[in-house]
């Protein structure tokens, strides 16, 4: 949050009418990451669960 505000100016030319102290953009862009890493990690962990363990072991 800190390095956010602080490049604020910098940002603030690169994104349409996002004022440097908006605090929409500042909630939801953690919410966003955190959404894309959740999906990120579940579709592997979800994929790996279906793998029965004593095969995965003998395959090795």
Known sequence: ???AAAFG??????LFGVTVHDP??????PVALTFA???GLWLPA???ARVDPIV???TN
Not at 9 to 14: A, D, E, P, T, Y
Not at 24 to 29: D, E, G, M, Q
């Open 46 to 48: 979800r994929h790996a």
């Open 9 to 14: 100016r910098v940002l603030r030319s690169f």
């Open 24 to 29: 929409i953009t500042y909630a939801l862009v």
């Open 37 to 39: 890493a959740v999906i």
């Open 56 to 58: 995965a072991l003998r």
């Open 1 to 3: 949050m800190a390095a």
